[in-house]
């Protein structure tokens, strides 16, 4: 498969977003995994009324992609129904650091204007464990 455009990424990122189960916050938050094949994986955020069993878009569409066997991700969209740019939270942030380290982050804005940055400016400092 080929690289799908940033826009493409988006597009997949807003779809997502609408399958988001968000009753407590009303942010809907949607995902679009690319992998280094070109394959996209989704993801939305689902709350529950016991907050830390909430899970965001981003980490639903990286496990669904781990659990199907996938590595070696490229980059990620965000789209999200608020007026801010959405970025991935300090936990997300943590494992997209573990898993996928040289990760694109695209975000959209709410004039529709898209960027796009590395994972690690937003985490310069990952918790890793070193051997040796």
Known sequence: MN???KEELMKQ???????AYTPYSGL?????LE??????????????SS???SICAERVALFKAVSEGKTGFKRMALASDGTATIVPCGA???VLAELSPDLQVITKD???NIQEKALDSYLPEAFKIFEG
Do not use: F, H, P
Not at 28 to 32: D, I, L, Q, T
Not at 36 to 41: A, E, F, P, Q
């Open 3 to 5: 690289d799908i455009s």
């Open 13 to 19: 990122a807003t779809g997502a977003m609408r399958n």
């Open 28 to 32: 809907r938050v949607g995902a679009a």
């Open 35 to 48: 992998t280094g094949d070109g394959t996209v994986y989704t993801g939305a955020n689902i709350e529950n």
């Open 51 to 53: 907050y830390g069993l």
């Open 92 to 94: 997300c942030l943590q």
């Open 110 to 112: 709410a004039d529709g």
